[in-house]
Structure formats: structure tokens, C-alpha cells
């Protein structure tokens, strides 16, 4: 909210300080001063009022007082005092309020005003506070709000019947506001009326129809309080945020009311040459009372870790305007603007701030000694990254929103939609890593040969879960698998199992994970058709794993299994099968036949193509034997190699070779 | 027939065209090794004549004797070449050839460095959802209804899930470990929040925050002065100053933000500070009672400290990033560097 420094300085005796100290002040005592400018013979200066304190400081009289507060000074309230003339407001109109959304309503009257040029001071305040001069009173309605904090608005007289209410609107009632445009309204928004139709929205906007204009002579002057809840609605209903409204909507003190009609009242007397009508109409049906919070010395001084004397809490207490009176612990009696102060950690913010929370020591907490706990998920989740590190990939950090396009590309239904966002970008919430990922190969692709990356994120379906996914343009399924079964290693999962399964994203070649008999994830090449869509130069491998299910089987002890001290003997053969046949299955049989001495297998080679018969294969295996407990011979292995060797080739269609 | 001359012409010929030592090798082995040429005339001696064996025995010796000097020095030179050749083609300007390593973005390595320091200050870790009640992410946190405090953090609402939204802060986490724990409490948390705003260089729709809680008999502002203070020293490493501002949370009362000095300029002001020697770093303050309420612990008995600063934001200081949408960009050129 922007300040003017020459009417916050209109309020003392005294200069003070420059403008730039004044605001480093208010930094460290107040809140936020977003700009300091110079602009003409005054300055501007923007201050971030949060919204506690908008009740009271967006207004200058508001950060006035902080000032006085903060330095010490004596502050003069504005001039409220007028001289009435002898016709009363009553002889021209009637107030009629039947809700309980306006704890208050004043109304009060001047005749006889000339509309005329704004005063210069008037003037060059308002447009430092970046608003433009319309006319003296509309100036002077704008004027008040800003020095006071009180919305007003100025009513034609002569365009208004003989009785002004506050009623809820009726469904579809029309008003054309001050700007020209037809608003359409409901019952929850309120509206100021005479007799006939709406001529304002309550707290919002003025109608058109009672517009003040060169002719105008009577004017009636509205000062009220409206419930802030039903005015932010009503606002952000219609679209239609104003300065009324936006003060409106924090909640106002109804005491300002009365005072703020009086003051515009002042004003217009002098610059619009009026005459005040006697009296005024001002239904406040229920006062408000002043509070009185208890604040024990105590709990202050253990909240704020410093010992700040009862003498000096007294003065920081009545410099804000409070009144203190002491009984066992302190009795704070709190003025009414200060609507933001309700219990007695409010009152020790006071005290912080102004005693300065640079004045307060650091001191070490005392603690007890306590092991400290990391979530499992989160450690395994480090864990992965790691491995993922040690094997050439690279950790993305991708949205956690997909937009219609993903949506339709993937043939995803069911998802998570957004009801307001910013952006069709984040309409929905991705499911899946994987058309992040895809997405990423893309963007990279043109610059990079070898992609290889990962990521670790919430994903959103039924339920919220972390997804863990990978990608890589340039590996094969074999290399991708062999990623993944590093992983699950170093995570102490075995057990691992793969099982071909065709899924959305990668049509056939593609397999599940399994952990014994639950699937875990799935790994698989992307499909042609994504591919295509997706405008992909490469053919990424991807896996994606459930990381819920992961942290269930990782396990963080490992046993020692101890090693045979007798040597290994390798053998290889070439075993030519079926195309359709699976390793695994080749692995099984080898297994079964030789028993625990065939320690490991592996394949060398794998062939497919012109050199051998159409629908076949050729695997290179090579057998590594080795005993626990001893050398084995020679013929112990040819004996275990045969072994194998007759039960592969009893197999219909198998033919081994050995090498 | 033994024509020893044309034998030796032939030998030392060869020797003298061998140029590598591999060549050497093998004329070792044909001429003087144990099947050699010079092994033939020696087992053909004895069908020689009488006369003629003596001579013949002299002069395969010679020839053998000559065959291994010459073999032996060219053998020596070559080898002495081969090794000169080396060490003269040896340019350690050479570009090496990188090892396939990946990297960790660099909001995993900061979630780590942040919460490595303060669990050496005795806090744990913890987590809590993304997608949140209105109550947790509200209400519980002493967010009146339908005031304009509410509009402080541009919301995600969840479409037709009433009162669930995208969390804007990692504070809902707070209320869910009051619930379950009793204190002394002492937690950090670290998370993906949501704020529903356009982009730009310091504005992203998600980004990280890392959320703190220390609730116990007698916390103080003091006591968090001294934490946050160790903590910024830590991360940044080096003699940083704290101060802390008047602020307004409504899960906070008192409430502050916390400016660090610049630790580009060491506080005498730059383009990263904006002048000012400063940098905001978190907002924090002291529990709000209603909050301690709200999360079934009696605030007549205990009160405490909560903070919260913006990960991402931290980390474009320390490492110099000026734009936080390269986290989310998946910008290899960007990733790699970390």
C-alpha cells in the first residue's frame, strides 16, 4: 500500500526522520516497506501491510501511529468538528436496515455544496497514493479512506428518493455501476436502495444513477460497516475488486464510522463550501466493546527469551495506545481499531517488535539428547538415487501437472483435475512419471546422444504414491534390466522375476517386475504409436517402479555368505533353440541338471539371422562350476557339463555345441 | 651341401631389415633358437668329411656367436626406440575420457545438506501428503474462513473433492506430527508445495519447501534466533548475520521474516541483495496457540518455534541460479552441472 511521506509527516509536531531511515525503521518495526521514491516535493512509500493489520494501517492515521509508537511521539488526530446548519438530515430521507450483515450505517447530509477543483495539497497526496483527481468531494470521499482507513461513499441527493435501506439484492437485479458496467445480482451480495432500485453495491461499487455531477447540490454521505466476509464473496463474485471492498473484506473497526463521516463532513464544509445537515442517521445496533486481554510479565519474558522490565512493557503497551492498568499481572484494555490484538501472544508481538527483535539474544535451546528418525521411504528413495548416480543417470525434477494433450496422447482417464488452475498447463495431476520423462528424452535429444534419466515423484491416481522411473535413449532392454537389477540389488530385494506383459505405454516388448509373485513395476520399450505422437528421434527404454512396494521388501541388513576357496571352472557352449524359447528357461533346466556345484551362468552371445536355421536362435552359454568343499576334477566337470549338455538337447528342436 | 656364407648373408640381412621387435623375435627363433638354422648345420656336422668337420665346427660356432651379438644390438636398439617413441608421443593435454557418471539434481543434494545440519541439531525428518485437507492446510493452521489471509497463497483446489487442495506449505505437517507425538518435539520436514501463479524466474507452480517445528516447555524467539542463525551458517558456510522482522502468519504469533546478510557481498549490497546487504531467507515465528490447540496439545503447557523457507530459493543463492524454472526444466545442460 502506497503512503505519502508528507501527510504521514502532517501528523506531527515535529519532522521525521528522511524518508529511507524512516522506512529501514518501519522494516525492523513494523512490516515490509517494498519501495521508497521520491515524487515531487513528497515521497512514496510502498509498505507491505499484512493482512492482520489492514484494519487499522491501510490508512495513514494507522501507520501514524506506528510511528508515534516507534519513536515516541505525540500524534493530532484529524479535525472532525463542523458547524451545522439548521435543516435536519431527517427532513429529507429515512434510513431502513433490516440485516444483520451491517453492524452499522451512517448516514449524514450537506446542502448546498459547489463542485469544484480539488485543493492542491489534497490533490498531490492522492495522486502519490496513486489516485486521480475526479472532483472536490469524490477527492474528499477518497481522501478520508486514505487518511482514515474508512470507506465513504457520496450519494447525488436529488437523485436518491426518500428512503435509503440495506437489503440483499434480488435474484437478477440490475445495476449499472460508477464505470459503466451492468452488473448482475444475487441474494448473497448486499445493495445499497431507495424506494425504487438499487443505487449502490454495499461496499463494493456506487451506482451510476446517483452519480455526483456538476448540478449536484445535496449530498448524502454514507460511512458504514459492512461484514468483511459477505463483502470478499460479493466481490470476488462479480469480479469487482475496489479500494472498499478490499478494506471491506479484512474487517473494519464500526467505531471509524462515525468519525470518518464527520471528518469528509469537515472537509466538504471547507473545500465544497456545504452546509451540514443537523444530525445523522447511525444504526449500531450492537457497540462494540473494548477488550481486555491479562498479560503476565512471565509467559513474556519465556516467549520472548528476554527479560524486558514491567516499566518498560508499560510504555511500549501505552505508546501503541493500550491501556494498562497492573493488578497481579498487567490488564490491557485495547482500543478498537486494533482489531488484530486478541489474546495476550498478540499483546507479546507488540512488546517483540517494538522492543526490537534485534535487542533479543540467541541462546541455545536446552534439549535432551534424542536419536533422530528419517522416514523409511526417504531413505530408500537416497538410496535408489545413488545407484541411480553410480549408473550414468541423471536425476530430473519434473511437474508435478499434465495438460489435455498428455491426457489424450497416454489415454488416460480417471485422473485428478484442478478446479482454478492459472493455466491449462496444470489441469491435472500426472499419474505416472513416464510422459515427463518422455518428454524430457525430447527436449534433450537434439543435443545429447546417450540420455540417461531418472526420477522420484509423487504421482496421483486413486491414491497419492511415489513413482520411481527411469529412461534412457541409447541403452538396450537387456542394459535397462540390468540397471534395474542393480537396483533392487543394492536394496537387498532378490527374488526378482520378469514376466512379459504388454502395457499402454510400451505396447509389446514389454515385461512386469516381480518380487516372487507381486509385481513391483514394468519395464518395456516406448511404443512406435507414442513415439511418433510424442515426435521422438529415439527409442527410449523406460521402467517404472512403485516405491511403497520397494520399501516393504528392502531390507537394510545384509549376511555374509562365505566364499569357496577352491577354483572355478568355465565352460562354454552354444545352445540353438526355438526363437520363442526364454533364457530363463534354458537357465532352469541348466540349473536343475547340474545342481548346486554351476554356480553362475552366463550369456555371451545371442544370434539370430542368416547363419543359422530361420526360427531359431543360437545362445552362447558359458557354465562356471565350482565346489564348497573341494578341487573339482576334471572328469567331475565333463561328467556335470554332460549333464546338461543331454538335458537341453532333450528338448525337441534344441542342438548344443561345445566349444 | 652347408653353404654357411650364403646362410649368414641372408641371417645378417634380415637382421639388418628388421625394424621391429617382434621381427627380432623371429629371427631369433629361426636362425639361433633351439630348432634354428645355425641347430641345423651344428646336427649336420657329423656326416661331414674328417676333414672338413673341425672347420665346419669352427665356423658355426663363429656364426652363432655373431648371429646372437647382432640380434642381441639390434634387439637393445629397437627396444630403445620403442621405449623413446613413447615417451615422446605421451601428451597429458590429451582430453580424458570421461567415466558414465550421472548426477543428483540439486534440490535432492540441498534437502540433504539442510536437513543433515539439523539432524546434528538433534531433529528429525518427516513427511506428510501433497494433496491436503482444507482443515490441514487452513483451518488448524488458524487461517480465518473466507478472509482475505486465505488469499496470502494462490490455492489449487482439487476439482470435485471437497476441501482438498494442493498443500501451499509443508506447515500441514505440523498439525499431523502434533497429533500423533507428544512433545518435546523437535522436526524438520521437506516437501513439494503448490502455488497457484503464473511463472516466472522466481515464481514456479511447484517448488520445495523445507518446513521446521520445535515445540517443547520453554522455547523462546531467542532459542530460534540461536538455531536459524547456526543453521545459516552451516549451509552457507561462513559468517553469516541474521536479523529478524516483524512479519504476519496466522499460524504464528509472534511472526517474523529472516534476512540473512548477502552472502555474495558479504552485506555491502549487490544486484543479488538488491543494494540492500540483505537476503530474506524464511518466515517464522513462535506456535500460534489456536494451533497447538488445534492439534490436541494444551498450549497452556507448551509453546515453540515453526519456520519455513523456500528450498529452491536457497539454493539459486548459494549456487548462483537466477532462474528457478530450470529445476523443473529437465535441461540436461542445466542437470549436469550438479
Known amino acids: ?659 | 651341401m652347408i653353404d654357411i656364407d650364403n646362410l649368414r648373408k641372408k641371417a645378417l640381412s634380415e637382421i639388418k631389415k628388421a625394424d621391429t621387435l617382434k621381427k627380432i623375435k623371429e629371427l631369433e627363433k629361426r636362425y639361433i633358437g633351439k630348432d634354428g638354422k645355425v641347430s641345423d648345420i651344428f646336427k649336420k656336422i657329423p656326416q661331414a668329411g674328417k676333414e672338413k668337420r673341425a672347420k665346419l665346427g669352427k665356423e658355426a660356432n663363429k656364426l652363432k656367436g655373431e648371429l646372437e651379438e647382432k640380434l642381441k644390438n639390434k634387439r637393445l636398439k629397437l627396444e630403445k626406440c620403442e621405449k623413446e617413441e613413447k615417451v615422446e608421443s605421451f601428451d597429458p593435454t590429451l582430453p580424458g575420457k570421461k567415466p558414465d557418471l550421472g548426477s543428483l539434481h540439486p534440490l535432492t543434494t540441498a534437502r540433504k545438506e539442510l536437513t543433515d545440519i539439523f539432524v546434528g541439531m538433534g531433529f528429525s525428518v518427516i513427511q506428510g501428503p501433497d494433496m491436503e485437507t482444507g482443515w490441514y492446510n487452513f483451518d488448524a493452521l488458524n487461517f480465518p474462513k473466507d478472509h482475505p489471509a486465505r488469499d496470502m497463497q494462490d490455492t489449487l483446489f482439487v476439482k470435485g473433492e471437497k476441501e482438498k487442495v494442493m498443500r501451499t506449505h509443508t506447515s500441514p505437517v505440523q498439525i499431523r506430527h502434533m497429533e500423533e507425538n507428544d512433545p518435546p518435539i523437535k522436526v524438520v520436514v521437506p516437501g513439494r508445495v503448490y502455488r497457484n501463479e503464473t511463472t516466472d524466474a522466481s515464481h514456479e507452480i511447484n517448488f520445495y519447501q523445507l518446513e521446521g517445528l520445535m515445540i517443547d516447555k520453554d522455547i523462546s524467539v531467542s532459542n530460534f534466533k540461536s538455531v536459524i542463525t547456526q543453521f545459516v551458517n552451516e549451509y552457507f558456510d561462513g559468517d553469516v548475520n541474521v536479523r529478524l522482522r516483524p512479519s504476519f502468519f496466522p499460524f504464528t504469533e509472534p511472526s517474523f521474516e529472516v534476512d540473512m546478510s548477502c552472502s555474495v557481498c558479504d552485506g555491502s549490497g549487490c544486484s543479488v541483495c538488491s543494494q540492500t546487504g540483505w537476503l530474506e531467507v524464511l518466515g517464522a515465528g513462535m506456535v500460534h496457540p489456536n494451533v497447538i490447540k488445534n492439534s490436541g496439545l494444551n498450549p497452556e503447557k507448551w509453546q515453540g518455534f515453526a519456520f519455513g523457507m523456500g528450498m529452491d530459493r536457497l539454493v539459486m543463492i548459494k549456487y548462483g541460479i537466477d532462474d528457478v524454472r530450470l529445476f523443473y526444466s529437465g535441461e540436461l545442460r542445466f542437470l549436469e552441472q550438479f
Not at chain 1, 58 to 85: D, M, T
Open chain 1, 1 to 659: 500500500m502506497k503512503f505519502s511521506y508528507n501527510w504521514l509527516n502532517s501528523f506531527f509536531e515535529e519532522d521525521l526522520p528522511k524518508p529511507q531511515k524512516l522506512a529501514d525503521k518501519l522494516m525492523m518495526r513494523f512490516f515490509e516497506v517494498e519501495e521508497v521514491k521520491k515524487v515531487g516535493d513528497d515521497a512514496l512509500i510502498d509498505i507491505d501491510i499484512l493482512p492482520n493489520r489492514a484494519s487499522d494501517c491501510f490508512s495513514h492515521l494507522g501507520v501514524a501511529r506506528e510511528i508515534a509508537a516507534i519513536y515516541n511521539l505525540s500524534l493530532k488526530e484529524p479535525e472532525i468538528e463542523f458547524k451545522s446548519g439548521s435543516k435536519e438530515l431527517t427532513d429529507f430521507v429515512d434510513l431502513k436496515i433490516k440485516n444483520e450483515l451491517t453492524p452499522r450505517y451512517v448516514l449524514r447530509g450537506i446542502k448546498g455544496i459547489e463542485i469544484k477543483e480539488t485543493p492542491e495539497f489534497i490533490k498531490k497526496r492522492l495522486e502519490v497514493c496513486g489516485l486521480q483527481s475526479i472532483n472536490n468531494i469524490v477527492d474528499i470521499t477518497n481522501y478520508v479512506m486514505l487518511e482514515m482507513g474508512q470507506p465513504l461513499h457520496a450519494f447525488d441527493g436529488g437523485k436518491v428518493g426518500d428512503l435509503i435501506q440495506v437489503r440483499a439484492a434480488k435474484k437478477d437485479e440490475k445495476i449499472i455501476t460508477l464505470d459503466e458496467e451492468e452488473k448482475s445480482l444475487d441474494g448473497s451480495i448486499l445493495v445499497i436502495a431507495d424506494d425504487k432500485e438499487p443505487i449502490g453495491i454495499a461496499g463494493i461499487k456506487g451506482g451510476k444513477g446517483t452519480e455526483i455531477d456538476e448540478k449536484t447540490d445535496l449530498i448524502y454521505l454514507e460511512a458504514a460497516n459492512f461484514d468483511g466476509k459477505t463483502i470478499r464473496k460479493g466481490s470476488k463474485k462479480l469480479k469487482l475488486q475496489t479500494d472498499a471492498s478490499i478494506r471491506f473484506s479484512h474487517g473494519l473497526d464500526p467505531e471509524l464510522a462515525e468519525k470518518a463521516s464527520r471528518r469528509a463532513i469537515k472537509l466538504m464544509e471547507k473545500y465544497a463550501n456545504g452546509k451540514p445537515l443537523k444530525g445523522s442517521l447511525d444504526l449500531y445496533p450492537d457497540p462494540v466493546t473494548l477488550k481486555t486481554i491479562d498479560l503476565s510479565i512471565k509467559k513474556t519474558e519465556s516467549l520472548l527469551g528476554v527479560k524486558i522490565s514491567e516499566e518498560k512493557i508499560i510504555k511500549i503497551l501505552e505508546s501503541l495506545g493500550f491501556e494498562v492498568k497492573k493488578e497481579s499481572d498487567l490488564e490491557v484494555k485495547i482500543p478498537t481499531e486494533r482489531r488484530d490484538i486478541s489474546i495476550e501472544e498478540d499483546l507479546i508481538e507488540e512488546i517483540g517488535r517494538l522492543y526490537g527483535y534485534e535487542n533479543i539474544e540467541s541462546k541455545k535451546p536446552k534439549a535432551e539428547v534424542e536419536a533422530t528418525k528419517k522416514p523409511e521411504d526417504l531413505f530408500w528413495e537416497d538410496r535408489l538415487r545413488e545407484v541411480f548416480k553410480a549408473s550414468g543417470f541423471t536425476e530430473a525434477y519434473n511437474y508435478t501437472f499434465i495438460d489435455e494433450k498428455v491426457k489424450e496422447i497416454f489415454g488416460y482417464d480417471d485422473l485428478v483435475e484442478m478446479k482454478n488452475p492459472v493455466s491449462a498447463q496444470y489441469r491435472y495431476l500426472r499419474p505416472r512419471l513416464i510422459p515427463h520423462l518422455i518428454k524430457n528424452i525430447k527436449d534433450n535429444e537434439k543435443r545429447f546422444e546417450d540420455i540417461k534419466i531418472f526420477e522420484i515423484g509423487k504421482v496421483f491416481s486413486k491414491k497419492e504414491e511415489i513413482s520411481v522411473g527411469a529412461i534412457a535413449s541409447n541403452l538396450n532392454f537387456r542394459e535397462m534390466k540390468g540397471v534395474l537389477n542393480s537396483l533392487l540389488t543394492e536394496l537387498n530385494i532378490s527374488d526378482v522375476g520378469y514376466e512379459r506383459s504388454s502395457n499402454s505405454w510400451a505396447g509389446e516388448k514389454a515385461a512386469k517386475v516381480l518380487v516372487g509373485n507381486q509385481e513391483i513395476g514394468q519395464i518395456g520399450e516406448v511404443s512406435k504409436e507414442l513415439t511418433e505422437k510424442m515426435k521422438l528421434e529415439s527409442k527410449p527404454i523406460v521402467f517404472q517402479l512403485k516405491l511403497e512396494k520397494i520399501v516393504k521388501l528392502a531390507s537394510k541388513t545384509k549376511r555374509y555368505k562365505k566364499f569357496s576357496r577352491f577354483p572355478v571352472a568355465m565352460k562354454d557352449v552354444s545352445v540353438l533353440v526355438p526363437v520363442k524359447v526364454n533364457f530363463e528357461e534354458v537357465l532352469t533346466l541348466a540349473n536343475k541338471a547340474a545342481g548346486e556345484d554351476l554356480i553362475e551362468t552366463d550369456l555371451f552371445d545371442l544370434y539370430q539371422g542368416e547363419k543359422i536355421p530361420e526360427g531359431t536362435k543360437n545362445l552362447g552359454l558359458r557354465f562356471h562350476f565350482q565346489a564348497e568343499d573341494k578341487t573339482l576334477s576334471k572328469e567331475e566337470i565333463d561328467k556335470l557339463l554332460e549333464k546338461i549338455i543331454s538335458s537341453l538337447e532333450a528338448k525337441s528342436g534344441w542342438k548344443v555345441r561345445k566349444k
